[in-house]
Structure formats: structure tokens, C-alpha cells
């Protein structure tokens, strides 16, 4: 599966941007779909994901604000974030695999494949 992430960009506080991740390689419907961010000095961060055996999960530090989806006729999913605050500033990234068991959603170690991530800067 090859991940190409868009959509980063310049917003100011409270504004919104919608980033999408391109799928290719592999049956997209077959995948199942996460978005992480991370900053310098920081550990990888989960934001949200997308699986078919639990829905949508989300960090609490973005719930409520950001929207995971996903639209398998185009092969992509997407991240609609709204309310932006100066700390949701990172490089995110989307990632992937084949099955992710919901208890292991949030953790980077679960999705064998990454985007090559999408800026977001979002100034106060």
C-alpha cells in the first residue's frame, strides 16, 4: 500500500483544513486507516482513525473538533479539521494496514504503512 498525504497549509487560530491521503496498491476498501501527528522533540501522536471492525476513534485532544473519513471509490481519507489551535501544529501523518483490531488503534506500531506526511501550522 503507498500513502501519499495532502492538504497541510498555513491556517490561523480557528480556522480549518481538510487533509487527505491518497491510497494506492492495494484494494482500498481492504485497509484500514489512521492519521497520527508529531512534532520535534515529541513522541508520534494518534489523532484519529477509521477501521471497519470499530468505526471512528479520536484522541481526546481532538475530538469533537477533527473528522476522520474515508471515501473508497477515490481511494482516500480524509481529515476535516475545524477550531484549529496553535498546539495542533505537527506534521501529520496518515498510515495503514490491512486489519487493526480496535484495541490497538491508537498505537503507531499497528499500521505497517505511512505517508510521507503533510504539514500543518496553525498561528495564533
Known amino acids: 500500500v503507498q500513502l501519499q498525504a495532502s492538504g497541510g497549509g498555513l491556517v490561523q487560530a480557528g480556522g480549518s483544513l481538510r487533509l487527505s491521503c491518497a491510497a494506492s496498491?492495494?484494494?482500498?476498501?481492504?485497509?484500514?486507516m489512521a492519521w497520527f501527528r508529531q512534532t520535534p522533540g515529541k513522541d508520534r501522536e494518534f489523532v484519529a482513525a477509521?477501521?471497519?471492525?470499530?468505526?471512528?476513534y479520536y484522541s481526546n485532544s481532538v475530538k469533537g473538533r477533527f473528522t476522520i473519513s474515508r471515501d473508497n471509490a477515490k481511494n482516500t481519507v480524509y481529515l476535516e479539521m475545524n477550531s484549529l489551535k496553535p498546539e495542533d501544529t505537527a506534521v501529520y501523518y496518515c498510515?495503514?494496514?490491512?486489519?487493526?483490531?480496535?484495541?490497538?488503534?491508537?498505537?503507531?506500531?499497528?499500521?505497517?504503512?505511512w505517508g510521507q506526511g503533510t504539514e500543518v501550522t496553525v498561528s495564533s
Open positions: 498510515a495503514a494496514d490491512l486489519v487493526v483490531s480496535p484495541h490497538v488503534v491508537r498505537h503507531g506500531n499497528a499500521y505497517n504503512y
Open positions: 496498491g492495494r484494494t482500498f476498501s481492504g485497509v484500514d
Open positions: 477509521i477501521i471497519r471492525r470499530g468505526g471512528t
